[in-house]
């Protein structure tokens, strides 16, 4: 074992015990069981924009055998193009279907200066505020339940300055300042759905960013997480400077999210590139070469990422190249949908070297078991006893509960 695989192992290995009894409370000693992973606790996500969850076409079929968690779309451009007209319905069946398959739902973004609707332009800020504070609520609240978390606000560090077009978001961040647009996100959401997660997001990873958190921290704003961005069309960042990433925005006591990570399997954007939007070609190939070098990067970075205590989520940005973010051979899927080798590695990484299979365990003179694997849900199963079978949950950290096989809903 390398030392970047024992390092995700021994900072995402858990140690859980698990105390069988009867139903009198009587310890069942030397109990014959079989324990296997269900699901994991760590956010393996990817963006669902084009999935078809309810008749899963090939593509989907792909994505819901390597991910578990789905960044869904809501910018409000295309949302609400005509005001009062959202485009509720269809994102709630993509919902629905997804969380049929066990998905668990993130919504991108409640609010964004790119991508505002060009209608807010005619709207003065008085009115803009509301605006944003009804899209808010309405959405926020139409997806309470399916939702589990959403990017609140997106990329504030830009917002006061954006110049590449008119928008009202930052039009009215520059007449009322950035704090209070981003209190207005975060306060609208957290009372529109208070069981919702709400993330601070942004592709920025320099210290304007941290100040921009400190400023929310001490302002009293409550942020469930930090979204740190990590597209990587000018080159894998290498694990030393992920690392140093993840450990500056670990400082602040909050989970961090990895919450849009790509790698190329083409050529590699030129590096005097500052705004890649700007990076603009007919053809972008994968090529088998780069397909090589995007597998071994990806595998690399996941293992850097994982090993660092705070993140709990890592998001990559599309599945395939059809349809890709700037036409960028970035999908862990080629283009005739056919899986690159980036496709195999990680799902060997998630499915096999990060999962605990079926083991046999046997409780001893106290009735205990001893299981160790990443936290998630977990099935137990009693040797000879047919149709016993419960489910128990090893939180991160680990610990112990008392189980009796013969509940139906055991409780932590």
Not at 193 to 208: H, Y
Not at 247 to 260: A, I, K, Y
Not at 310 to 319: D, F, M, P, R
Not at 327 to 345: E, F, M
């Amino acid at each position: 074992m390398t030392t970047a695989q024992q390092a995700v192992m021994a900072e995402r290995t858990e140690t859980f015990r698990l105390r069988l009894v009867d139903e009198q409370g009587t310890a069942r000693a030397g109990e014959e069981v079989r324990v296997e992973q269900v699901s994991h606790d760590f956010g393996f996500g990817c963006s669902g924009f084009e999935l078809q969850p309810e008749e899963p076409d090939e593509h989907t079929r792909l994505w819901l055998d390597l991910f578990n968690m789905a960044t869904l779309p809501f910018y409000w451009r295309w949302f609400e193009q005509t005001p009062g007209a959202p485009d509720t319905e269809r994102l709630r069946r993509l919902a629905k279907g997804l969380r049929g398959h066990g998905v668990r739902l993130k919504g991108h973004p409640l609010l964004w200066h790119t991508l505002a609707p060009t209608w807010l332009l005619e709207k003065e800020p008085a009115e803009v505020e509301e605006a944003i504070r009804h899209r808010i609520t309405r959405d926020a609240t139409d997806f309470a339940g399916l939702i589990d978390q959403w990017d609140a606000i997106n990329e504030t560090v830009i917002l006061p300055v954006f110049e590449a077009e008119e928008n009202a978001v930052t039009r009215l961040a520059q007449a009322r300042g950035r704090m209070h647009v981003i209190r207005l996100a975060f306060e609208t959401a957290r009372a529109a759905d208070p069981t919702a997660r709400l993330v601070l997001n942004d592709f920025e990873l320099s210290s304007a960013f941290e100040d921009v958190i400190e400023e929310c921290l001490e302002a009293g704003l409550e942020i469930d997480a930090i979204g740190v961005q990590t597209h990587m069309h000018k080159g894998y960042r290498g694990e030393e400077q992920i690392a140093e990433v993840i450990g500056r925005f670990s400082r602040f006591g909050l989970p961090v999210q990895l919450t849009e990570t790509t790698l190329l399997s083409g050529h590699i954007m030129p590096a005097h590139i500052v705004d890649l939007n700007d990076y603009v070609v007919d053809s972008w190939p994968s090529t088998p070469e780069g397909e090589e070098r995007q597998a071994d990067e990806l595998v690399r970075h996941y293992r850097t990422v994982l090993a660092q205590p705070a993140v709990e989520s890592l998001t990559y940005w599309g599945l395939g190249d059809a349809g890709a973010w700037l036409g960028a051979p970035a999908g862990l899927v080629r283009a005739d949908g056919t899986p690159k080798p980036s496709y195999h590695a990680l799902k060997s990484l998630i499915s096999e070297e990060w999962w605990t299979g079926s083991q046999p365990l046997r409780s001893d003179a106290d009735g205990v078991l001893t299981v160790r694997g990443f936290a998630g849900d977990y099935r137990l199963d009693l040797a000879g006893e047919a149709g016993e079978s419960v489910e128990f949950t090893i939180p991160r950290g680990g610990g112990h509960q008392e189980l009796s096989p013969a509940e139906s809903s055991p409780q932590s």
